[in-house]
């Protein structure tokens, strides 16, 4: 990780008066103290530098200082809530990238029940998104661990997925309209609520997953849903990982709309969870290799998912798939079975050392990148433990990798690269990506120009080019230099 031991050139003064200009005393940041927490990103991978953080109150304020900063050639790095797996919102080590958060614009603006929508500015924390949505009577069902921090804006700007992408797709399939503001502070106003609207290049998916190498998202009309009225949440311990993905066909066949999450973890995974994670406890009589997540929802009141929930289990049971299973009767048991997965993780972390692989491949091919991947790991590096866990449904594992107990954490980091070689191999052969969800960020890169060459890697390039002529926009990240 390299330090700032170099002193940080201030912005010039004019420059700074600009900015303060627009901005006023609140939206710009010089002090060292201030700056501190957004100079790191909570993995540890990454510490840059930055003079100055500027925090815009309105999208015209955002749009007045990157005309000041365009003029002026300044690069700048779009930070949310920091909770980036990839370094996408660390500034460089060179001091010269100006940080800008826009967690000052945090209003909803709209809430529309009938139209099924909300209006939110990027600032707007994921989590108070899904409880305005709530409190309309309607759901927002993007969910991820990061909830509490990530923003809409950078959920958006990298096309996060989570726990129902199998519902609900990833962000971008809940977004209709989009305000942007473009590398030379121009805007675009599209926040239309529109369920059909063919009017030229699709510019808000252009933005979506850009990882804010093109420009800002400012706010968007999000899509919202009807509550769930109706649910059924279980833990199952399954033969293998044949079993789970066959689990998954039947629930599937036998109602696909009510699938809100199918999630897979190993018996690695759980053992961490319930050694490092307070008041984790097991809801079944006897440890296993391999689990299952089913979280079914419906918003009919009358569904009965209990009953199709215990049918399901009972055949799969007979075949011999699920081994044992834990249905949950209370909110309390709920949230408990949600919890031994979300804190994976955490306790991930707490274990020791990590790697992580964030890939997907085609759903029926799932099973053998676990095994594949589990096999050749172990045989990368002895001693070393696979912890594979994530949304089964939808072809995104997380294939991690824990450090050998009483290895030495340096010397396990510095085997990153050869470990995420050695999944990708197996990836790349079961026609899956190298980052399913957590972005290219600062840190893939080079698997981009690896895996997306030719005239796709081309493509991207001259839209770069097109929209962000000066590369001022998160330089570094996504495309390769
Ligand atoms: C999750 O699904 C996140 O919990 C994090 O995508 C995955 O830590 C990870 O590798
Ligand atoms: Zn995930």
């Not at 190298?434 to 893939?444: D, P, Q, Y």
Request: charged content about 25%; aromatic content about 4%; hydrophobic content about 45%.
């Amino acid at each position: 990780m390299p330090d700032t031991a170099m002193p940080i050139p201030a912005l010039p003064t004019g420059l700074l008066d600009a900015l303060l200009g627009v901005l006023g005393p609140r939206g710009v940041v010089t002090d060292a103290r201030d700056l501190e927490p957004h100079l790191s990103d909570w993995r540890g991978l990454y510490r840059g530098a930055s003079p100055a953080m500027l925090r815009p109150a309105s999208t015209e304020e955002l749009s007045m200082a990157m005309a000041i900063l365009h003029a002026a050639g300044v690069p700048v790095v779009p930070q949310g809530g920091n909770t980036s797996m990839v370094g996408g919102a660390m500034p460089d080590e060179s001091g010269r990238q100006v940080i800008v958060s826009l967690t000052r614009m945090n209003r909803i603006r709209d809430l529309d029940p009938v139209d099924m929508t909300m209006v939110a500015e990027a600032g707007v924390v994921l989590k108070t998104a899904q409880d305005a949505a709530a409190a309309a009577g309607c759901l927002f069902p993007l969910s991820l661990g990061a909830e509490g921090t990530a923003t809409v804006g950078g959920v958006l700007s990298t096309n996060a997925g989570g726990n129902t992408t199998v519902r609900y797709g990833n962000a971008r399939d809940l977004m209709l309209g989009l305000e942007a503001v473009m590398p030379d502070g121009g805007v675009i106003h599209g926040l239309r609520r529109l369920r059909k609207d063919n009017t030229g290049y699709a510019l808000r998916h252009l933005l979506v997953g850009a990882e804010g190498t093109l420009g800002f998202v400012t706010a968007a009309v999000l899509r919202l849903f009807p509550r769930p009225r109706a649910e059924a949440i279980a833990l199952c311990a399954v033969a293998d990982e044949d079993a789970a993905l066959s689990l998954f066909r039947r629930f599937r066949d036998r109602d696909e709309g009510a699938v809100r999450a199918f999630e897979y973890m190993s018996g690695t995974g759980i053992d961490f969870a319930l050694k490092h994670i307070e008041g984790a406890t097991l809801p079944l009589s006897e440890r296993a290799d391999h689990y299952v997540l089913v979280d079914l929802a419906s918003s009919r009141p009358d569904a009965d998912l209990r009953g199709l929930m215990e049918a399901v289990l009972e055949e799969a049971l007979e075949a011999g798939e699920v081994l044992d299973a834990a249905l949950a009767e209370s909110e309390a048991q709920r949230h408990a079975i949600w919890r031994l997965r979300e804190e994976h993780p955490e306790a991930q972390k707490r274990e020791g050392a990590s790697v992580k692989n964030d890939v997907s491949v085609p759903v029926s091919k799932v099973p053998e990148l676990i095994r594949r991947s589990n096999a050749a790991l172990k045989a990368l590096i002895p001693g070393s433990r696979p912890v594979p866990f994530g949304h089964m449904g939808d072809g995104n594992i997380h294939m991690n990798l824990e450090q050998p107990e009483g290895m030495e954490a340096g010397a396990f980091l510095a085997r990153s690269h050869d470990i995420m070689d050695c999944v990708n191999a197996i990836v790349r052969e079961l026609d899956g990506s190298f980052s399913a969800e957590h972005g290219v960020g600062r840190l893939k890169p080079d698997m981009l120009a690896e895996w997306r060459g030719g005239a796709e890697l081309e493509t991207m390039r001259r839209i770069k080019a097109a929209l962000d002529p000066k590369g001022l926009m998160n330089p570094g990240k996504v495309l390769p230099a």
